[in-house]
């Protein structure tokens, strides 16, 4: 049983070992790697762009002082 169960293993580890040899990275694969990173660049650097235009409008909104609004209240309507 153990000289079966120890075939079995080595012929499995042959049969991986082969397979993961003969597999060459496909161009294909580098390209789509290469285009992945390149929208990722993109991506980051208009998340940065569009964070720092929010930033810079709050800033500007918390430096624009807003009139105080006076609602009238009801004493002052009945006078």
Do not use: K, W
Not at 7 to 18: D, E, K, P, V, Y
Not at 58 to 70: E, F, N, Q
């Amino acid at each position: 049983m153990a000289l079966l169960l120890a075939g079995a293993l080595a012929l499995s580890l042959g049969l991986n070992g082969f397979l993961l040899h003969n597999r060459a990275p496909a161009a294909a694969d580098y390209e789509d790697v290469q285009e992945t990173e390149a929208d990722l660049r993109l991506t980051q650097r208009l998340l940065a762009r569009c964070q720092a235009d929010h930033h810079q409008q709050d800033s500007l909104l918390a430096l624009r002082s807003a009139p105080p609004v006076i609602l009238p209240t009801a004493t002052a309507a009945a006078q």
